[in-house]
């Protein structure tokens, strides 16, 4: 069964799609925490405490970007990653797997480099790209499974 179903390019596809997002996740998460160490601007009190520093309610830009650019990921890369796996069962073409899914993390790591640093409208033209991709493949999966 495993091997059948790496056998398709579209679900292949799509795990290497994922492992890559999940990467560029967790570097986004890393490097808001190493700007936090650096910085010494932490989420909460016990964090300055454990820091033997005093909490402060003092905000950093870097950190904030950094924390809306994750925070945008979980809005957009979890729908992604739910909705891919049914577009690529529902019988997706090859060209239109790779055109979803590589379009897709395409985007969102360009997003994540946009907003880190500030470069606009590159960013929304980047968040609209996966956006729509992720729309069409709900709309293109579900025409599929109501025929």
């Known amino acids: ?5 790496l056998a398709s390019l579209p679900l292949r596809l799509y795990a290497i799609c ?17 700007l936090r ?8 009190p016990e964090d300055y405490r454990f820091q033997g520093l005093d909490a402060s309610a003092q905000r950093d830009p870097a950190i904030e970007r950094a924390r ?4 945008n990921d979980l809005e ?8 891919a796996p049914l577009y690529a069962l529902s019988g997706a073409s090859d060209a239109g797997a790779w055109l ?6 395409t985007a969102r790591i360009l997003h994540t480099i946009f907003y880190l640093t500030g470069a606009m409208p590159h960013r929304t033209v980047a968040y609209a ?4 991709l992720t729309l069409w493949m709900i ?4 025409w599929s499974l109501l025929r």
Do not use: D, W, Y
């Open 37 to 44: 160490m650096r910085r010494r601007v932490f989420a909460s």
């Open 18 to 34: 994922a492992l890559l997002l999940a990467l560029k996740m967790m570097a986004v998460a890393l490097a808001t925490g190493s």
């Open 139 to 142: 709309v293109s999966s579900a």
């Open 68 to 71: 809306r650019a994750h925070r």
């Open 100 to 105: 979803c899914f590589a379009g897709f993390t």
């Open 1 to 5: 069964m495993q091997q059948e179903l």
């Open 76 to 83: 957009n890369v979890l729908p992604f990653l739910a909705v």
């Open 129 to 132: 790209i996966g956006f729509f």
